[in-house]
């Protein structure tokens, strides 16, 4: 698996731009993913080109959930490509455009290898990918519990790390996990970064991951 981190609050290349918001592309079993979309379409679309990611070449959307700093950029990304399946929390309405949506509300393989939570708290969904480390999760924001994302990721396989977004929750809930990736909305960033020194990796635009 492969991940490049395109939109979050801060950047490792001086050539792309840094916002509020958190988009992802994921790269698995032979599938390219656009997971969220950033706050805003031209700033996502901006940051793909500059990290040479093809819109035309993914072949489908995750939606964590409808807040507006990961969903801003879909109708610019659907402006360059339509042809893809959307992947949305039952909470969120109003995709147009794209060539299939599918709201997912329990937890499901959505292709194998490729899952997601389901819609966790009624709010938020996580894509999780099975790699020869275990379950990597990928959290927009994390704003369910961490314990309640854990533990739905856990049915698909034992859960080696986490990347993106923790919100609120508090850093000893990651203390099983062997990688932690903390990007956009993480409150307990410099806690977290202390604490795992050896798990810990650096997010920000720009950064790619192979697990």
Known sequence: MKITIIYDNTTLREDLQADWGFSALVEAGGRKILFDTG??????????????????????????????????GLSAFLEQNSDVKVWLPPSFRGVL???ESVAVENPVEIYEGIYSTGELEEIEQSLCVETKMGIVVIAGCSHPKMKHILEA???????????????????????NLDLICATHCTQYIPQIKSLYTQKYVEGGAGKVLEI
Do not use: W
């Open 39 to 72: 706050a805003n379409g031209p700033i996502l679309i901006s940051n793909m080109q500059k990290l040479g990611i093809n819109p035309k070449e993914i072949s489908d959307v995750f939606i964590s959930h409808a807040h507006f700093d990961h969903t801003g």
């Open 97 to 99: 455009n794209a060539r």
């Open 153 to 175: 990721a856990s049915q698909f396989g034992k859960v080696y790390g986490i990347i993106g977004g923790f919100h609120g929750n508090k850093p000893d809930s990651l203390k």
